[in-house]
Each structure stands twice: as C-alpha cells, then as structure tokens.
C-alpha cells in the first residue's frame, strides 16, 4: 500500500493531464484519504483542479481534508464551490455543515445538514450529523428525531444509538436511553463515555449497584476519565461508602479547566488534615448555598485543630454565618486576610477522615439572632396551627431542578383543608403558584420580605414544621434545627442516602420519598396523613 502511494504521489508529480485522467485521479485521492494519506490525496486534488478549476468532487474532497486539519474557514471555502457548482449532492452539504459545527456556528451548521437530508432522506450522516447539532443547539426534540431516523437507517452504527441516547437523558427520559445506550454497547464497547452515560441513566432509574458497574466499565476504558470517577464517588457516598466515595468525589476539580482554575485560584497548599499550629485556614464555597449551610459544620472540626479559621461567604449567607461559633466570616468580594492553607467546603469531609459513623450531627450549628426571631414572629402573627412553612420548587439552572421540583397543587393537597397558617419560603412564588399551595386559602408571601439566609432562618423559628423540596431551605432548617420534612424525587443527591426516612446530617428532618419515579402522588398523600398527626398532637399541646 505505501508503494501504491509513493507511485501514486510520483504520477501527480509528472505534469499535467487531459481532462480523460481526472476521474482516476479523483478517485486514487479518495483512496489516499481513507487510507489516512491527506496530503497526497490534497496534491492530486490540487492538480484536479489545474485541469478543471471548477471539478467538484476534488474541491470537495480539498474542503474535507482543511476541515480534517482544523481550517475550517478554508474548508468552507472549498466545499462552498462545490455547491455552486453541484448543489444537489447530499454528502457535500453534510461536510459544510460539519466545517460550519467547526467553528461554532451552530445554526448554519442545521440548515446545512438539513438541506443534506432534503436532498437524500435514506443518507443516515445526514440525519446523524443533524441531530448531534441540534442537541448541541439545544434543541432537544429535534434531536430525538433526526438520531432516531439515523439509527433505522443504519442500525449496527453504535454512534447513533449512543448519541440518541444521550439526547433522551437530556430531555428528562430514562427508560429509553437505557436500551439505546445498552445496544451501542453492545455493538462497541470499548466506548468510556458511553459506559458513563449509562451509569447516570440507571443511576436514575434507582438501579445504583448497576450504575457503579457502569463506572467501573468506563474507569477500565479511561482510568483518567474525570467524569466517571466523579459519578463513581457520588454512587459510592448514596449507599454511604465515605471510605471510598470521598476520594473519587475529589475528581470533581478535574472536570473542566474552569474548575481547575478555580482550584488553582487560591494558590497552596490545600489543606489535607494536618494541626494548624495556630495558622489560618480560608474555607471557600464551591457550590450552592444549601451546599455550603450543609457542609460548614465541618469548620468547627478544622477550628479543633488548631486553626484560625475564615469562611469565605456570598452575601446571602454571610450574615447568617457569622452566628457560628468559633468561626470569622469574610463576604465574598471583600479583601481576604493572609491564609495558610485553604480548603472548599466539600472537601473538608475528605480533609478530616469522615466516616458515614462520624458524620457530625449536633443541631442547630447555625445560631438564629433573637431580635430578627422576635421580628418574623410579629409578622407571621398568631394564626392558626400549624404554621407551616413551604417551599416547592428549586433553582431552574440546577441539573435536577426538573426532578426535584413540584407542582403547587401537589402542596395543595398535602395540606388539604387542615385549619393552618401557610408561609410561602419560595424566594420568588408567582401569584397564581401562591393561589394554588393555598388552595383557595391565603398564604403568606414571606420570600419576597427575605434579606438574605438570616431573615429565612429567622422566620423558620416560628414556625412548626417547614416542608420542603431539596433545597437550601431543606438544609437551612435541618442546620437550625426546626422540624423539618424534605420531599425528594426517586433517585435524589447522594446525601440523602437510600431508603432511610431520617436524615444522618439533621435529626430534626423526616424524609418522604418518591416509591417511584415522578409518583408525587404517593409523597403527598404521606405527608397529609402525617401532617394530620402533627395537627392533632398540636392541639394537644404536644406539637412542639
């Protein structure tokens, strides 16, 4: 074969040919550039196109091997004058699309591959490439459709059942990506993410042993692959394995240079358990706020031994943090003071050594200010009992939001028509949201009132119970201590653990859990006939 190149490459040397030698030439490049010999296959085209300026398949041809090579300005270029001069032919509007995909233009990119499978409806690249670009673009359902015509197309191409697949799991369904991502398995399974993605999709369909399965099959394709060891320490930690699952959560730093960045942007050393000796320590968040309520119990461990330590806080909960004890706050975007050694809150269970047995429990760690309890307590009023805080949805830019959220009108019947003061904590409840919880009853709008964390958790005092969705609410109430009911999807954070009712981190919180995926049903009807209970004991005396 490399003699047939070099004869090949000699004969493109030898001058130039009459217009009879151009389809041998045309197809010995085609061979030369399946055969991964791109710049002989480019100097046939070249001399192609000293003969006949305008031949397509060798201005094509020129456009796919610049594309290839990363220049796909040229590539545009190229492959736009063979359009204008054969426009009809499929494969050259999937090959501009693909030099459009290079350079980010997304929505160019589309229309080519669309107009590719005008042109030839049965040409699976077409369809292929087509939906990997809308699912970038976003366009999910779109996407289905294009990789699902791909895959009836061509159904031994692995690629299309997996990226199908993973087009699925971003619209939310899971039973199907399963099987899509199981026979692209199938078909080739020397594939790490694949193996990845489909870890994530049992994960989801509450099939957690499975899903580690899946990890280990990706980690044995790529030991580095960051991704896999982060889902492998987040399936380790829900079945409460911390010996295992807090040094593959540290993975997490390596996800994307953002993240190393980050890392990386409050210099050395980070900190890794040892005595301070008196030194200062700065603890920073990395996450959302109920991440940082959650894992900020720790900082007393680290003060333990013998630090200094400063938390770093985003004004929503800098006010809230400099109530505990044995702790300095600083507000995110103020000057820091000179630190030792530094450490994100999530890392600090890795830090210290926690075990599942060790985790620290004693509530509340976040002390509520008396004068803003006195406050709150005036506003909420003395109505009637049980005064239950609500909080349904939480933030939409979080991955599960879709998951973890509920609709009002499930609130609604949660609370049925128990005699009660309702207090919506939703920091942004619409009107028509607020009328539904209520069913028909009033319900006190208190997240439009709240400064910050401070004023949430100092409303929560007054109150008997809070129910919750996953949220920072859920852990602000855990962390104070007041009664607290969480409502969680079928397969939630791994902190929640499996199965259990009660809450290893907040002795206050009872845990009602989906039976089933999407069943908010069967929640609702469990925290009625359990707020019932608490109504009747409240009555008694015994609520409290």
Known sequence: MVREQKEVAKRAASGARGTAAIPRLVADALRLERDGNSADADALCEEVLAIEPNQPDALHLRGVIASRAGTHESAIEWIGRAIQVSGSVAAYHVNLGNALKGLGRLADAVLSYSRAVELQPDLASAHYNLGIAAMEQGSLEPSVAALRRAVDLAPEQASAHGSLGAALMELGQMEEPEASLARSLQLAPASAERHNNRGIVLR?????????????????????????????????????????????????????????????????????????????????????????????????????????????????????????????????????????????????????????????????????????????????????????????????????????????????????DLPATLVSLQKDASPNELAAVGGGRRTLDAGREFADFADTAALMASLDVVISVDTAVCHLAGATGVRTWALLDFAPDWRWFREREDSPWYPTMRLFRQPKRGDWSAVAGRVRNALVAYAKLAEGGEGR
Not at 230 to 238: E, T
Not at 272 to 291: C, F, M, N, Y
Not at 401 to 408: A, E, I, L
Request: proline share 7%; with cysteine.
């Open 204 to 416: 989801e369909l509450g099939r957690y042993d499975e899903a580690l399965t899946s990890y280990r099959a990706a980690l044995a394709q790529r030991p580095d692959y960051a991704n896999a060891h982060w889902n492998m320490g987040l399936g380790l930690l829900l079945r409460g394995d911390f010996e295992n699952g807090l040094g593959e959560h540290e993975w997490r730093w390596r996800l994307d240079a953002d993240a190393e960045r980050r890392m990386r942007g409050y210099g050395s050393p980070l900190w890794s358990g040892e005595v301070g000796g008196g030194r200062t320590i700065l603890l920073w968040p990395e996450q959302g706020a109920g991440d940082s309520i959650q894992f900020v119990r720790f900082a007393r461990q680290v003060a333990d031994r013998d630090w200094r330590v400063v938390v770093e806080a985003p004004r929503s909960l800098a006010r809230l943090f400099h109530s505990i004890e044995g702790i300095e706050t600083v507000t995110q975007g103020e000057p820091l003071p000179p630190y030792d050694a530094h450490c994100p809150l999530l890392s600090l269970p890795f830090a210290l050594g926690t075990r599942f047995a060790t985790i620290p429990a004693a509530v509340p760690y976040i002390r509520i200010d008396p004068s803003l309890a006195a406050k709150w307590r005036d506003w909420v009023g003395n109505g009637p009992r049980p005064k239950v805080g609500l909080v349904w949805r939480g933030k939409a830019t979080q991955s599960r939001n879709r998951y973890r959220s509920v609709d009002p009108t499930a609130i609604a019947y949660m609370l049925g």
